[in-house]
């Protein structure tokens, strides 16, 4: 009978329903970058280089087609054309720039989706062009102070976008309703746990040094009201470092004037603040090792060149002055070679600040800050 009793016990806990885990909610926000340039049509480049072909597993099916997740769904909040857009559905190609583009989103769901085996929906805010200083000013730093009273911004410019970004969050995940319109798998009773926070941006306070010198405090201040704001004290939060010209931007032949170097120092000083806190849980993602070097030299030796043929066509220049800047930096005869051209064509979609539109950058990226998080939770 104990043996009997032992089995009927066994075989209602084992036909008991599994309890459907909750879904994890991710937060990717800030500017341009975080939108995407990324085209399609730069993602074969990924399989040219050994040290990342395995990459094109993860992101083309058999068909050599990029692929959409089985388990991970997006809300993006945007601007497109000058109109505001939310656009909605699994995560696949298409939640950049434009429906043939991608920014780090595409990636990070991608190992999300392979890592968690369970339900996943990413929020995310991007507006080109946007600072921190001011467009996306956390309320903790109070107003913005500017040198020119006559360029300050208004009370309802500061912040805009930042209030923008928390309200669309809370209004994703206000009630089952909300959250099945973009996850239509979602289970009230298994609810949702916002699980991470991502923020790429800077371009916009790296050009402007009054936006540079108070980074740090205003990347301070958005951590701790994004998580007062979202009720997750210690909710992992990455800060993506600016990567364009690489982890030694100091060493770029071209576009000198930037202060790169200060202000990647602003954000990692940043991510340091909270280092000894008990609300830690802040991570730094460098995006620099996944700058293409080889790509900017090209995209320098085509503007560049094109720019100094324009002013010998307008007299601004003589042939001999532009053959003197063609010596200079080894330029040839000002064509691209037929491999230069190749790389071009395979590897870059768009400007060097947008990381030169690089499917191969922009999927490490994304995967880089899946991984961050992914490491934090464990």
Not at 14 to 20: D, G, N, Q, T
Not at 146 to 175: C, V, W
Not at 196 to 216: A, K, L, P, R
Request: aromatic letters at 12%; one cysteine or more; charged letters at 25%.
């Amino acid at each position: 009978m104990k043996l009997i009793s032992f089995a009927l016990t066994y075989l209602a806990i084992s036909i008991l329903p599994i309890k459907a885990k909750p879904l994890k909610v991710f937060i990717l926000a800030g500017q341009s970058n975080m939108q995407g340039s990324a085209h399609i049509n730069t993602f074969a480049a990924i399989g040219d280089d050994p040290k990342t072909a395995h990459l094109l597993k993860e992101v083309w099916d058999r068909n050599k087609k990029p692929i959409t997740c089985k388990n991970a769904w997006i809300t993006y909040k945007t601007q497109q054309n000058g109109t505001d857009t939310i656009l909605n559905s699994k995560v696949k190609v298409g939640f950049g720039f434009d429906s043939n583009r991608i920014g780090p989103e595409y990636s990070f769901a991608i190992t999300m989706d392979k890592a968690l085996k369970e339900p996943i929906l990413i929020i995310k805010t991007a507006w080109g062009g946007k600072s921190l200083a001011v467009d996306f000013r956390p309320p903790s730093a109070g107003p913005y102070k500017a040198t020119n009273q006559a360029n300050s911004p208004t009370a309802s410019e500061t912040g805009h976008y930042y209030r923008q970004m928390i309200k669309f969050i809370k209004e994703t995940l206000k009630d089952t309703k909300s959250i099945k319109k973009v996850a239509p798998k979602y289970r009230a009773s298994s609810g949702f746990e916002i699980s991470g926070f991502v923020w790429f941006q800077g371009w916009n306070d790296m050009c402007n040094h009054n936006y540079t010198q108070e980074y740090s405090q205003n990347l301070i201040h958005l951590v701790n009201d994004v998580r007062k704001d979202l009720n997750k004290p210690n909710l992992p939060f990455i800060v993506g470092i600016m990567g364009v010209y690489g982890t030694e931007p100091e060493k770029r032949k071209f576009d000198k004037g930037l202060r790169t170097t200060v202000f990647r120092n602003a954000q990692f000083a940043a991510v340091k603040h909270f280092k000894n806190k008990t609300t830690n849980n802040v991570i730094a993602v460098d995006s620099g090792p996944f700058y293409e070097h080889k790509i900017s030299d090209i995209y320098w030796k085509r503007r560049l060149t094109s720019h100094w043929k324009q002013q010998v066509k307008q007299g601004a220049m003589s042939q001999q002055q532009l053959n003197k800047e063609l010596a200079k930096h080894n330029f040839g005869n000002a064509d691209l070679t037929k491999q230069e051209q190749q790389l071009w064509d395979r590897g870059a979609s768009n400007a060097e600040y947008h990381y030169l539109g690089s499917g191969k950058t922009f999927i490490r990226i994304g995967k880089a800050f899946a991984e961050a998080i992914l490491k934090s939770a464990k």
